[in-house]
C-alpha cells in the first residue's frame, strides 16, 4: 500500500510508504485531505522530487482500467465500471417529450429546422463515456506527477465480426438487401417460424418481437425475432421465458471506432502527452508476462509495465448518477418523485462503517433503515439502523473502494 503526497500547492509528488506518512501526520508536517485513494498534503515546502511515470489506458464501452507505472514499481491500479444506462434514460426523456407536446397543455412549439449539431458533435450516451475517460484521467493525474499517458486505440470491422468471410463487393449488400422493410427481412430470416415453439401452437400468426426493449436495442433486425401470436401474447404477459438468445449487439465496438482518436486529442488538448497503442501490441505483452486477461492487466502492459513491482491493491470504482431530476415517479404521475437528501444525516451512496465493514448506502427509508452492500454487489446488511453507522466519505458520482490486488488471478 502507497500513501499519496501533494505538496503545499496542492500538486502531486511521488507516493510515500505508510510509515513516513505516519510521520509527517504525526509531527504536524501534513495533514490528510482524502481518504480513498489515501492522500496527504504537506505543510511545508518540498524540493518536489519527482520520476517519471506512466498511465496506461485500457480504454472500454463500460469497463476501463488504469494503470500508473514507473521504471520500479506500479503505483497505482483502477478498475472502473462505467455507467450504461444513459441510452434508457435519454429514451425514456424522449418519451416525456413527445408526450408533452400532444397533450393539450402550453408548450413551446418545436424547433426541428433551426438545429444545427455541431462540428464533431458525438451522441450525448457516447459523448458522456469520452468525458469520463478524461475525468478518470484527471482523477489519477491528482495524486500522481504522470508524465505520460499511453491509450490503446482500435478499429473494430463490425461486418467482418458478423460475417468473417466478408470480402469486396460483400462490404456494399446489407443484411437487408432486397427486402421491403425490417419486418420482412426478419420474418424472411427466421423462415417464417416462430423462433420459440418452432411452429408447435399451430398458430399462422406471426408477429416481430423485441429480445431487448426498444429504448435501448431499437428496431435493428439483430434485436428483432419472430414469434406467432400466441406465444407473442404469453411472453407479453410474462406466462413463458422465451428460448431464444439475447441480440448480439456491438455498441463497445462502434464506442471505440467513433472516439479512439477523439480520445487522444481531447488528452493533448488538456496538456497531456499522449502516445497511442494498439491491442496486437498489448495481447503479446500480456502474453509474455504470462498474465490473465482483464482490464487492469492490460492497462499495466499499455503502461509500459514489464517486471516491475505490482500493486498490492486495485481501487475499484464505479460511476453513478449524482441524482434523479425526475418530478414523478414513471407512469404514475400522481406520484411525486421528491426525496429528502439527506436522512438522519446520510445521503444515497455515502460511504460508511457498520459493524467494522465499510459499504456504501444503496438504499434508504424514511424511518432511518438502510441498505448498505459493496461495489461488486455483496450485501453487509438490508436494513441497517442509522445508529450503528459511522460516516466515512460523502457520496459523489464516481464511488471508490480499495481492494486487495490477485496478480494472478
Not at 463515456?129 to 500522481?144: F, G, N, P
Not at 517486471?307 to 470504482?317: D, T
Not at 458520482?397 to 488471478?409: D, K, P, V
Request: net charge positive; charged share 25%.
Amino acid at each position: 500500500m502507497l500513501v499519496y503526497v501533494l505538496n503545499q500547492h496542492g500538486k502531486p509528488l511521488m507516493p510515500c510508504h505508510p510509515v513516513k506518512a505516519r510521520m509527517l501526520l504525526k509531527q504536524g508536517k501534513a495533514n490528510v485531505v482524502k481518504r480513498t485513494p489515501f492522500t496527504v498534503q504537506l505543510r511545508y515546502g518540498s524540493s518536489g522530487y519527482q520520476q517519471p511515470v506512466t498511465l496506461g489506458v485500457d480504454s472500454g464501452y463500460v469497463n476501463v482500467g488504469l494503470s500508473a507505472v514507473t521504471a520500479k514499481e506500479e503505483v497505482y491500479t483502477a478498475d472502473v465500471k462505467l455507467r450504461d444506462d444513459m441510452v434508457k434514460l435519454n429514451s425514456e426523456r424522449r418519451t416525456y417529450r413527445r408526450s408533452r407536446r400532444n397533450r393539450k397543455t402550453w408548450y413551446r412549439q418545436p424547433r426541428f429546422l433551426n438545429r444545427k449539431k455541431p462540428e464533431g458533435w458525438l451522441a450525448p450516451s457516447i459523448q458522456h463515456k469520452l468525458d469520463s475517460h478524461i475525468k478518470l484521467v484527471d482523477h489519477a493525474s491528482s495524486v500522481l506527477p504522470v508524465s505520460k499517458v499511453t491509450v490503446e486505440v482500435a478499429a473494430f470491422d463490425i461486418q467482418k465480426i458478423k460475417d468473417p468471410g466478408i470480402s469486396g463487393t460483400g462490404y456494399q449488400n446489407g443484411d437487408q438487401k432486397g427486402h421491403y422493410n425490417v419486418r420482412e427481412y426478419v420474418l424472411y430470416r427466421d423462415g417464417h417460424t416462430c423462433t420459440h415453439c418452432k411452429g408447435k401452437s399451430k398458430d399462422k400468426r406471426l408477429e416481430v418481437h423485441h429480445r431487448e426493449s426498444r429504448q435501448t436495442g431499437g428496431d435493428r433486425p439483430l434485436n428483432l425475432a419472430t414469434l406467432c401470436k400466441t406465444c407473442h401474447d404469453k411472453a407479453t404477459r410474462g406466462e413463458i421465458v422465451l428460448n431464444i438468445k439475447p441480440s448480439k449487439g456491438f455498441k463497445a465496438e462502434t464506442f471505440m471506432s467513433m472516439v479512439r482518436w477523439k480520445l487522444v486529442g481531447n488528452l493533448s488538448a488538456r496538456g497531456y502527452k499522449v502516445e497511442p497503442t494498439y491491442g496486437y501490441l498489448t495481447k503479446l505483452g500480456r502474453k509474455s508476462l504470462g498474465l490473465p486477461k482483464s482490464h487492469v492487466h492490460d492497462a499495466f502492459v499499455i503502461a509500459n509495465g514489464t517486471g516491475q513491482e505490482r500493486s498490492s491493491n486495485v481501487f475499484s470504482m464505479q460511476q453513478v448518477r449524482k441524482c434523479n431530476r425526475k418530478l414523478f415517479k414513471g407512469d404514475r404521475s400522481h406520484l411525486k418523485n421528491t426525496a429528502p437528501r439527506d436522512i438522519f444525516g446520510f445521503r444515497r451512496f455515502d460511504k460508511v462503517r457498520l459493524n467494522g465493514a465499510e459499504g456504501f448506502i444503496f438504499g434508504r427509508r424514511s424511518t432511518g433503515y438502510f441498505a448498505i452492500q459493496t461495489l461488486d454487489g455483496g450485501k453487509l446488511h438490508a436494513s441497517a439502523k442509522h445508529s450503528d453507522l459511522m460516516l466515512l466519505e460523502r457520496a459523489s458520482t464516481l464511488l471508490i473502494e480499495r481492494r486487495s490486488a490477485r496478480i494472478n488471478a
